[in-house]
């Protein structure tokens, strides 16, 4: 059941392409021509209205999450700012913890300094970190974007997140969507793509230019993150191995993958230390996993473990600013010199950095079908909290998209049914995924 289920998801990824490379032009069309349906007027910078979106007003379980129509609309404050209406958006685990208080602290920091005196002021909060969309309002020294443009993006988590209908973000935080995605597809890839970039880029010192034929073994290569990076990895030429279940094979050796390595079996970490050596560890579970990883990169030759499970919002959140950064800086310094002085490898945290130029990068992947989104499943924005449940119970294919402009994504599937692209194979292959869901 599962390799069947698996063997469809990957199948999808090619015919929600097919069918994506039609409606591009469709869904273009169709969202330009229902900007500022709602409360915002055509000026909206200037005239600040209400909208939908689903917020919380306190920390915690799935019961927080509250639908409202009365948000204030955000507006286009600052010259470099734009306005996205949001067609479509997705979660990740990050969603989840922070619907739990997780990184409140340090997030309610830098939202704004002022509310460390005050909890109370960053409520009503708005989660949901990818953005799929169009511009409908520029700042006067934005160069790169006109009200219209079809962009992406991965919102910052201190700023009000994607699950409504409107986002105001920077410029630089913001790129043009690839073509050949719907927004839908699209959105499942902003964030883990600047998460999964900051890592082996910045803390993993790969490119494109010096990936190939790099050896990168990618724990958790099953879910949001693993799925984008196995085929950024190979976009770029690496030899990429992944950790992950069984069931998750078929996908992701789908995606590229060389290697692949059951978790679950008594003996995974045998196998892993039967292979020849990694230049770089891209771990995304954490926990154990740093016990045993380091033994499996080449010492003394600048090879990198990397995890994107840090401690340090947890830290923070428990002991508070000062101390928990103060901790946490102790933790990684600790590591990092024991590391590199007893097994001659670094040690490293990743985090997730907005930037809108790496993802024009990624948009090239993409439209030269290079990279494929992994949509696992997608909600009306009607059920948000359907969406916070799936993502609660684990196990990750790849990513949980939800619709929010549900009107403008019907007129242009109606677009795509009538026109000689909506194959009744492509079709079949959205059903097939309903059913999966
Ligand atoms: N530091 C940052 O800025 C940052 C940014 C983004 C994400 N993250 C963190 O990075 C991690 C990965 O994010 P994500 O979005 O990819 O999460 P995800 O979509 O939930 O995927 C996690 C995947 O790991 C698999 N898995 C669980 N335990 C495993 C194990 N022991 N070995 C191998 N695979 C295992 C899961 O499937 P099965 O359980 O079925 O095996 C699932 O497919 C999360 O902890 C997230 O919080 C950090």
């Not at 609309?73 to 306005?83: D, K």
């Not at 927004?183 to 499942?188: F, G, N, P, Q």
């Not at 082996?200 to 034929?213: E, I, M, P, Y």
């Not at 939800?402 to 009744?424: F, I, K, M």
């Amino acid at each position: 059941m599962g390799s069947v289920r698996v063997m469809a998801s990957t199948r999808l990824l090619c015919l929600f392409n097919t069918k994506a490379a039609c409606s591009a032009k469709t869904l273009s069309r169709a969202s330009r021509s229902v900007c500022f349906k709602r409360h915002v007027c055509s000026s909206p910078s200037r005239l600040q209205g209400c909208m939908s979106a689903w917020v919380i007003d306190q920390y915690g379980t799935n019961e927080v999450l509250r639908y409202t129509e009365d948000l204030t609309a955000p507006s286009v404050n600052a010259a470099s700012e734009v306005m996205i209406k949001v067609h479509s958006a997705s979660l990740n685990p990050l969603d989840v913890s922070m619907r739990g208080g997780y990184g409140a602290k340090l997030l309610r920091l830098r939202r704004d300094p002022m509310s460390v005196m005050d909890s109370d002021r960053e409520f009503p909060l708005v989660l949901g970190r990818d953005v799929s969309g169009v511009v409908v309002d520029c700042g006067s020294e934005v160069t790169h974007f006109v009200p219209g443009d079809e962009v992406w993006a991965a919102v910052p988590p201190w700023k009000p997140g994607s699950l409504s209908e409107y986002v105001v973000l920077t410029e630089y935080e913001v790129s043009l969507k690839p073509k050949s995605l719907s927004h839908t597809e699209a959105a499942s890839i902003p964030y883990v793509a600047n998460t999964a970039l900051s890592a082996l880029v910045n803390a993993g010192g790969l490119c494109k230019d010096s990936a190939s034929n790099k050896r990168v073994l990618i724990t958790g290569g099953s879910g949001g993150i693993g799925t984008f990076s196995i085929q950024l990895l190979k976009a770029w030429g690496a030899h990429v191995t992944v950790t992950c279940s069984q069931n998750a094979e078929g996908l992701v050796r789908g995606l590229g993958a060389d290697e692949v390595v059951d978790y679950t079996a008594e003996d995974a970490t045998e196998q892993l230390e039967t292979m020849e050596k990694f230049d770089v560890i891209l771990d995304n579970v954490g926990g154990e996993t740093e016990e045993w990883a380091m033994g499996l990169l080449k010492p003394w030759s600048g090879a990198k473990y990397v995890t994107l499970v840090s401690p340090l919002l947890l830290s923070t959140d428990s002991m508070g600013l000062l101390d928990g950064a103060f901790r946490a800086g102790f933790t990684l310094h600790n590591k990092a010199v024991q590391n590199i002085i007893s097994s001659g490898v670094f040690y490293r945290w990743g985090f997730y950095t907005p930037d809108g130029p790496a993802l024009d990068e990624i948009s090239k992947l993409v439209d030269a079908g290079k990279i494929l989104p992994v949509v696992e499943a997608q909600f009306p924005f009607t059920q948000v909290p359907q969406a916070f449940q799936k993502l609660e119970e684990g196990h990750a294919r790849g990513k949980t998209v939800v619709r929010v402009a549900e009107e403008d994504d019907r007129q242009a599937e109606e677009l795509v049914q009538n026109s000689p692209c909506g194959t009744a194979e492509s079709e079949q292959g959205v059903q097939e995924s309903a059913k999966h869901n």
